[in-house]
Structures are given as structure tokens and as C-alpha cells.
């Protein structure tokens, strides 16, 4: 090792032998060591050699000399150079105190690279100057303020917390005296799993949590929308809360086996729920009243042309058949209300629904429109497409309105209270704010479809109701194969003249989505039959 | 690109025209979906006349979107499941001015939209 040759080291030449000897025709290198030119593109080469004299002290760790830039103009780049390397005592203090990083831009380069020659590692943080938007930005995203809960919040992460940390698939949040639950702690509860039974001659295994969660006995005015991303909850609890609506994206919660929904504000149900009281899903228990829902006007509704309307709104049903015996709710349509119509925001129908926020029951009670009628108001009447008694396709058809894109292009922003700050300030209208405040709110909850075309929507122009008669039903199959026998027992739920309809709201995104007629009956209205469970 | 025959009234394009001086020249059925252009071509307007819209409220880059956007709609009449076109964050809050200027919100959107530009009366 010793013996090997080591690289020469190159004389320094004078400019004038140089001058002499190759006649201005090669580059010259004066005794300094030479700069570097900060137009090349990428940084100098860094290699390093064993061709060290003192190379006999390995075993202390010795650093190899490591070279900057081309061989014929070799120095060293590290601290222990050809001269310090002789012993540990002969070193030269560091004459640099550790510099910080710096980000220098090599111009044609397109990278930013640290400069070579100070060899820290120390990570500092780039000091760029963020975007200029013409939004404001958030104040200070690096600094994460860590939420502050009140003590009622705090209770339910310890409650949670314990539910995780046990295993225990019952949360029970109930009587808190909650008055929101931020959606960072309800998230926790989706982490919940439960511990498979260890034992001996038992087969491990793995099964999906089915998560109940009970928030009863609180305060909670609106749904708590992280409760959506909880995907394996069969049971959940919102008796006696204040809640006044729920969000149309409950639908999401397809495992639901029991819903309590019973002593709230509601005064209708979303029409998305119903997607959960079919034929096939999994929700065996629902719990709506007491409520103060709307009522139809006249005690004993019934109609016919259910059937058609139900096809000619929503489109054909998708009747795949039942394979197995499935037992759950159903639904019927008893009557629908006419169709309020509203432009901006406001009601351009005759129809409106009421909009003060407690109602004394006589107003809860809401006018009927026969199923193969459909007031239209004229204005909107004329123009509406020559299809409208054409059964629809349920498909989103056509583009968004730009006011509808630009807000929820406006609700995406990052910092949305002060994108609100800006548009209330520069708007003479609270027209937008009012939008705003309705889209921040819908996208919050998991948002809002149209009912007849599936298309995202903010502000709903048509809206109508449905109340709907609930059923317990069993489905029987018998036989198999081709020989398959469906029975469909149903029975009323309630007989109760006040819970007996059930209303549902619907909404339709333009001027198109609104209820189809049904045919005219020719002869008087039968009612509907029901057989006994 | 206006056809000098029929003379700038029934041309088949409009020209628009923002605060800061920038023409954009439109398919005039492209821009009649906007309600309010289509009443200040409708009648013995200038804007009639002369088939050329100034918005003196409007910038130009604002103006631009408008534009994309109403041959976004006139494309997309009736094309299901159409993506949602691109909105620049920084512009949703001056776009959503413009849409309640030109009558482009949630309303006039659906089949009803091209014929929407006559007051309501009950």
C-alpha cells in the first residue's frame, strides 16, 4: 500500500513558461487556484484518492483527502489535507465556524444545489418567498396550533381513546353535553378494532369491526361529518340532540343496521336516505319519531301512478332480483307536495316552503299535488325542454353553471374564512356570502346531489317532498334455480295518524329535474294494499 | 372574422370587450347562454348594432374565463358526465362577481338555460 505511486503533483507553471512553451495556444493557470465559473452547469467533480504519503494511520479513522474540480488542479477539499493528515495534533483548528447552508442558484442549471466547499449536513430550511396570491393566505401554516377542546370534548377523546386502546366497538358518547364534536376526535373512532379472541382450538381470526356509536343525550345542531368516514358503524345513535337536518351523503353509511334519529329538530329526512330502505340493505331499525316533521294537509293521503312517477323521476329501478331472504324496510309513496322553484335564492313558485325555524303545527302542514299533475310556473313552464313527459335518464347531463363551479372553487380554498372575509367586504349583496356560507356548509357534510340527474349541486333550484309510508318487510325466497318464489310480506310500521307519513325531501338541480306526471287515472284511486306479516 | 355580408347585427360572432382593452370575438350562440349578453343583443341596443359588448367592469383575465366557460357550456349542452372545467383559485372570487353579472348561475344550467333571458312574470 505504502509503495503505491501516488499521483503527481503538478509543478505550478508560470504564466510566462506557458507562454513560452505553447504560445498563448493552451490555457494557462496562474498560481491560484482557480475560481470557478459559475456558468457551468453542474457542479465540480468530488473524488478522492488513497495517494496520501501517511497512510499508515487507518486505524484512527483517517479521513481520505477528497478533491475538488478537474486532477491538474487538485487541492484538498477536506480538512484533513496532505499536511494536517501527519497527526491529529498538527491539525489546524477549523477555521470556519459551521456557516449556514446556501442556496445558490447555478443559472442555466435549473437545481438548486448547496455550495461544495462547506460540508455541513445541517438541514436549514430553504427561505423562499411564498406565491403572491391575490387571496390572502393563511397566516402561518407552518405553525400548527394544536386545537384547544373544552373539557366536554376532551371527555370524549378520553372516551375514545379507552374504546381504541381496549378494543371495544361501543362508544358511548351519550350525555356529554356536547355541543359540536370536532371532527378530529370523532375521526379517532374509525381506528377502532376489535382484539380477535386468542384462544386455544379457536381459528384466528380477523373480522371488520362493526362499530356503534352513540351520541344521544347531547347538543350536537349539526351532523357530525366525520362520522362518514367511520366505515364499519352499524349502529348509530342521534336521539335527542338539536339537529335540524341531516346531510343527503348518510346514504354513504351502507353497513347501518340501526339508526336512532328520534328527538331532534328534523322536519324532513333526506330522499338519499331511502337508498338505505330498500330491498338488500342492511338497516333493520330506525327510530324517527318523535320529530316535527311536516304533515300533508289532508289526514289520509293516498295516490296512484306511484309506480310511474318513481320510474319517470328517478329512472328504472334496478330490480335485480332477491336471492336470499332479506328482512328490513321499505317504503311507499302516499303523496307529494308541488314543486317550489327558486332562481337565487329566492322562491319564484306560488309553493314555498316554510322557512321559520320553529313552526307551530298548523304550519307544519303542507299542501298535496296529485302525482299526474305538476304545477310549473309559467315563466319557466315555456321554456323547459319538450322532454318533460318523457321518461329521464338518470344521468348527469350538460355543464355546471360557472357561478356553481366558482364556488366551489372558492370553497376549496385553503383559507376559507378569509376568502369569506373578501367576498363580504367587496360584495354589496350578501347574496354571496349567503351562497358561500350554503356551499361551505354542504361541502362540510359530504355534499349534495341532484335527485333526479346525480349531479353535484349547491344551490338547489327545485325542490319538492315526498312523504312516504314506512314498512317493515320480509322477503321469503323459496325454491331455487328457476323455480324461484319471492314472497314480500310488508306491514305498516306505524298506524299512528301523526308518524304515519314520513317526509323526504327531494332536490333537483336545474329547471329539468322536477317530478314526472304520471298518467291520468281513469278511474277512482284504489288504496294500497297491504298484507299481513 | 365577422362576416361583412350580413353586417355586424346578424354576424355570426360577437365581440367582447373588457376594462382593460382586451376583444375576445365569440360565437354568437355560444354567448347568447348568458342572459344578460343576449338582452343587450336583443333589442335596438348599440350593443345590438354593432354586435360589440364593452364590459367596463371587467378585466380581462376575468373576461377570458367568461368566455372559456361559455364554450365550455355550448359544447357540453348535452354531453352526460362532463368534467368540471378548471377554475384557478385565485379568481373563484372575482368569477363568482362575473357570474351573477352574466347570469351564469345555478338557474340557467339544464336545456331551460338557452332560452333564459326574459323577466319572470306570474
Redesign the interface.
Known amino acids: 500500500m505504502a509503495d503505491e505511486p501516488t499521483l503527481p503533483c503538478l509543478p505550478p507553471t508560470s504564466r510566462l513558461a506557458a507562454s513560452l512553451s505553447n504560445a498563448g495556444r493552451k490555457r494557462t493557470r496562474g498560481l491560484n487556484p482557480p475560481t470557478y465559473n459559475l456558468s457551468t452547469s453542474s457542479d465540480p467533480a468530488v473524488f478522492s484518492s488513497d495517494d496520501d504519503p501517511a497512510l499508515d494511520n487507518y486505524i484512527h479513522g483517517r479521513r481520505k483527502k477528497r478533491y475538488v474540480g478537474t486532477w491538474y488542479d487538485q487541492h484538498p477539499a477536506s480538512s484533513d489535507s496532505a499536511d494536517s493528515a501527519m497527526g491529529d495534533d498538527m491539525r489546524p483548528p477549523p477555521l470556519k465556524p459551521r456557516q449556514q447552508r446556501q442556496f445558490k442558484r447555478r443559472f442555466d442549471s435549473g437545481v438548486w444545489m448547496a455550495q461544495t466547499d462547506v460540508s455541513t449536513d445541517a438541514d436549514e430550511s430553504m427561505d423562499l418567498d411564498p406565491p403572491v396570491s391575490r387571496l390572502p393566505l393563511p397566516v402561518s401554516p407552518s405553525v400548527s396550533l394544536r386545537p384547544r377542546y373544552s373539557a366536554e370534548e376532551a371527555n370524549a377523546q378520553r372516551i375514545i381513546q379507552s374504546c381504541i386502546d381496549g378494543g371495544r366497538e361501543e362508544v358511548d358518547l351519550s350525555a356529554l353535553q356536547l355541543c359540536s364534536i370536532p371532527n378530529a376526535i370523532l375521526e379517532l373512532v374509525s381506528l377502532i378494532a376489535p382484539i380477535p379472541t386468542v384462544a386455544k382450538d379457536v381459528a384466528f381470526e380477523q373480522r371488520d369491526p362493526s362499530i356503534k356509536l352513540f351520541l344521544s343525550n347531547n347538543s350536537l345542531r349539526q351532523f357530525p361529518s366525520a362520522i362518514f368516514n367511520v366505515d364499519h358503524l352499524t349502529v348509530l345513535s342521534l336521539r335527542a340532540n338539536r339537529l335540524t337536518e341531516l346531510p343527503p351523503a348518510i346514504a354513504s353509511l351502507k353497513n347501518l343496521e340501526t339508526l336512532n334519529i328520534a328527538q331532534n329538530k328534523l322536519r324532513s329526512l333526506p330522499g338519499e336516505l331511502l337508498s338505505l330502505m330498500k330491498a338488500g340493505s342492511k338497516l333493520t331499525d330506525i327510530q324517527l319519531h318523535p320529530n316535527p316533521f311536516y304533515q300533508p294537509n289532508v289526514p289520509n293521503c293516498s295516490s296512484s301512478g306511484a309506480d310511474e312517477y318513481e320510474q319517470g323521476t328517478f329512472g328504472p329501478k334496478d330490480d335485480d332480483g332477491m336471492c336470499e331472504s332479506w328482512y328490513g324496510f321499505t317504503t311507499s309513496l302516499l303523496a307529494r307536495t308541488p314543486v317550489q322553484f327558486s332562481n337565487r335564492s329566492t322562491v319564484v313558485s306560488r309553493f314555498e316552503f316554510p322557512t321559520v325555524s320553529s313552526l307551530p303545527t298548523h304550519l307544519r302542514k303542507l299542501e298535496l299535488e296529485e302525482l299526474w299533475s305538476l304545477e310549473i310556473p309559467k315563466a319557466i313552464g315555456g321554456q323547459l325542454g319538450p322532454h318533460l313527459d318523457d321518461v329521464r335518464e338518470s344521468m348527469p347531463k350538460g355543464a355546471p353553471s360557472l357561478f356553481e363551479l366558482a364556488l366551489r372553487a372558492a370553497v376549496g380554498h385553503p383559507d376559507r374564512e378569509s376568502a369569506k372575509c373578501v367576498l363580504s367586504e367587496q360584495c354589496v349583496s350578501n347574496h354571496f356570502a349567503a351562497a358561500f356560507d350554503r356551499a361551505a356548509h354542504i361541502s362540510d357534510v359530504g355534499g349534495q346531489t341532484c335527485c333526479v340527474c346525480g349531479r353535484d349541486t349547491i344551490m338547489p333550484v327545485t325542490e319538492w317532498i315526498e312523504f312516504r309510508e314506512l314498512q317493515r318487510t320480509q322477503v321469503i325466497v323459496a325454491g331455487s334455480g328457476e323455480s324461484l318464489v319471492e314472497n314480500w310480506y310488508s306491514v305498516r310500521v306505524s298506524n299512528n295518524g301523526d308518524e304515519h307519513c314520513v317526509p323526504f325531501v327531494r332536490r333537483g338541480c336545474s329547471w329539468n329535474c322536477i317530478p314526472f306526471k304520471a298518467s291520468e287515472p281513469s278511474e277512482p284511486s284504489k288504496d294500497l294494499e297491504l298484507s299481513e306479516l | 372574422m365577422a362576416t361583412k355580408s350580413d353586417g355586424p347585427s346578424n354576424s355570426k360572432y360577437i365581440t367582447m370587450v373588457s376594462s382593460d382593452g382586451f376583444e375576445f370575438v365569440v360565437i354568437r350562440e355560444a354567448s347568447l347562454i348568458s342572459p344578460t349578453i343576449k338582452a343587450m343583443l336583443r333589442n335596438n341596443f348599440s350593443e345590438a348594432k354593432t354586435g360589440r359588448c364593452v364590459f367596463p367592469d371587467i378585466s380581462g383575465l376575468v373576461l377570458e374565463k367568461?368566455v372559456e366557460?361559455l364554450y365550455?357550456?355550448h359544447k357540453?349542452?348535452?354531453?352526460?358526465?362532463?368534467p368540471?372545467?378548471e377554475?384557478?383559485?385565485?379568481?373563484?372570487?372575482v368569477?363568482?362577481?362575473?357570474?351573477?353579472y352574466?347570469q351564469?348561475?345555478?338557474?340557467?344550467?339544464?336545456?331551460?338555460?338557452r332560452?333564459?333571458g326574459?323577466?319572470?312574470?306570474?
Not at chain 2, 377554475?87 to 372570487?93: D, F, N, T, W, Y
Not at chain 2, 326574459?118 to 306570474?122: A, E, G, I, R, Y
Open positions: 367568461v366557460y365550455y357550456y357540453n349542452v348535452n354531453v352526460p358526465y362532463v368540471d372545467m377554475i384557478p383559485v385565485e379568481l373563484c372570487l368569477l363568482l362577481e362575473a357570474a351573477d352574466f351564469l348561475d345555478s338557474v340557467t344550467v339544464g336545456t331551460a338555460f332560452s333564459m326574459d323577466t319572470l312574470k306570474f
